[in-house]
């Protein structure tokens, strides 16, 4: 098992551009869930998704950030345009039926310049 | 928004000595679980508790919930210079599929 895979480790941009996050979550995982995490404000759920279907997008934080899940096996984060306050690390997470406990992948860290 | 709030913030000790966190939360639960976050990497899964329990072990973690005060401790026992990590609690608020994180506890052991 590989475990929750994400893609890229790092990513440094200027801003107003855009930016994809993806994810790879563990194969039969239902649940998968994008988190941020910054100094100052800790670890955010973002949204969710529930065998592909967003279910609770109410932490995303602006419309400039959207989240898809097109299949079982993938999800990506976009932020267009990227401005400097977006700059945390960004986590996915994934979670089987029966819902017990969070894999986590190593985490995306974005700077935004 | 955060659920939970991990206490003391940072708490550094000698190896071999017990460590202890804590944990509060808001709402209503049906379970908390514990995370460790090593520097730089994700957050791996310790334990979790049911709003039915008081207590859990596993290995050298004790875990005990009182939702009567909506609380929470992790306990290690032996501490170990590895267990220098970061520490958070997440609990469900009720709904039992999406988990929200406290604050954590920075823990550093010092060989």
């Known amino acids: 098992d590989a475990g929750v895979i994400q893609s890229p480790r790092h990513e440094v941009t200027e801003m107003g551009q855009e930016v994809t996050l993806r994810c790879k979550p563990i194969?039969?995982?239902?649940?998968l869930f994008w988190y941020r995490q910054t100094m100052m404000r800790g670890l955010e759920l973002l949204i969710y998704?529930?065998?592909?279907?967003?279910?609770?997008d109410s932490g995303m934080p602006e419309d400039r950030f959207s989240a898809k899940m097109p299949n079982a096996s993938f999800s990506t984060l976009k932020i267009q345009p990227s401005e400097p306050r977006d700059s945390a690390v960004y986590f996915c997470?994934?979670?089987?039926?029966?819902?017990?406990?969070?894999?986590f992948g190593s985490g995306t860290q974005l700077s935004v310049l | 928004s955060q659920q939970g709030e991990e206490d003391p913030q940072a708490l550094s000790i000698q190896e071999g000595e017990n460590a202890t966190m804590n944990c509060s939360y808001k709402?209503?639960?049906?379970?908390l679980q514990w995370y460790r976050q090593n520097s730089g990497r994700g957050l791996v899964h310790l334990i979790l508790?049911?709003?039915?329990?008081r207590e859990k072990h596993s290995g050298r973690l004790r875990v005990t919930l009182d939702t009567s005060k909506k609380s929470s401790s992790l306990l290690i026992t032996a501490s170990r210079a590895a267990d220098t990590a970061s520490y958070f609690c997440?609990?469900?608020?009720?709904?039992?599929?999406?988990?929200?994180f406290g604050t954590g506890t920075s823990l550093t052991v010092i060989p």
């Open positions: 508790i049911r709003s039915n329990e």
């Open positions: 709402t209503s639960i049906n379970n």
């Open positions: 997440a609990t469900d608020r009720g709904t039992g599929n999406q988990f929200y």
């Open positions: 998704f529930n065998n592909n279907v967003p279910i609770d």
């Open positions: 997470a994934s979670s089987g039926q029966g819902f017990s406990k969070l894999f």
């Open positions: 194969s039969g995982h239902d649940y």
